[in-house]
């Protein structure tokens, strides 16, 4: 048994020590940060305002934006704190609730991709149908279900986190993440780490399968279709999706499934900065330059703004 104290507070480490970095860092950060705050408030107002954008698409669109201010907010405006004022300290309790609502948000996301790659599959396998499967309710229901499938995979592990004993306070990260605590525990970091890759591939295989299995059937169906023009319109309504997607896996699987290496908290700590507030930002822009709907959503909110304006 290792000697060890009560850890009342941690020190966050950071991302680097240089001061022209961290200036640099901050600017990127803020910037990216506003960025993804407007983007995503622009869509959320766009379908609570636009009588067009009331299509289950766009219901788990605006609940998917609300994730990612959510999900982003959750760590960087802390972060951002921190480089300017030079203070790394973060308390027990808001280490922990940081490091809740950050998996708890981040969780979600994925089981919502997933959902809204299972109502393409209907939109585009099941036309005729897609307004009588897809109505308001089955869409709540789904969203509902995301949250509370998250909550009762995450939860427990967080739970089991509250008994360990730390002999260190300093992270070696620039928030709480759930890796760079346990390594600083003075706990058997065995079991926790076995059940929470357990959870880990739990989310993965569950969500991917679903998202695997609906873009199969997709793709099964648009080839199908006698002419070019249907092929592009119905792979068209689906690119925004796929390209989202594609970067929130590719970061997970480069972060928690790629072979450990000299640099891997370094590593680490860059690919998170890409998932924590470069992909939040992109999100919104995916989804509205490739998307005519909202393109003209906006015009015509933009209109209406003039208009009172003058008035």
Known sequence: MRNHTPVFSFILQGLTDNLQMQILTF???????????????????????DSHLKTAMYFFLQNFSFLEISFTSACIP????????GDRTITYNACLSQLFFTYMFGVTEFFLLATMSYDRYVAICKPLHYMTIMNHRFCKMLTFCCWITTFLIVFPPFCLGLNLEFCDSVIDHFFCDFYPLLKISCSDPWFMEEITLVCCVLIFIMTLTCVVLSYICIIRTVLRFPSAQQRTKAFSTCSSHFIVVSITYGSCI??????????????????????????????????????????????????????????
């Not at 802390?78 to 004022?85: D, G, V």
């Not at 998932?275 to 933009?302: C, E, G, H, W």
């Open 27 to 49: 600017i990127f950060l803020l910037i990216t940060y506003m960025l993804n705050i407007i983007g995503n408030l622009v869509i959320i107002t766009l379908i609570l305002v």
């Open 254 to 311: 480069f972060v928690y499934i790629k072979p450990s290496s000299k640099d891997e908290v370094t590593i680490n700590k860059q690919v998170v900065i890409l998932t924590t507030s470069i992909s939040p930002m992109l999100n919104p822009f995916i989804y509205t330059l490739r998307n005519k709907q909202v393109k003209q959503a906006f015009k015509d909110l933009l209109k209406r703004i003039l208009l009172v304006s003058k008035n």
């Open 78 to 85: 802390r972060f951002l704190y921190s480089i300017l004022t």
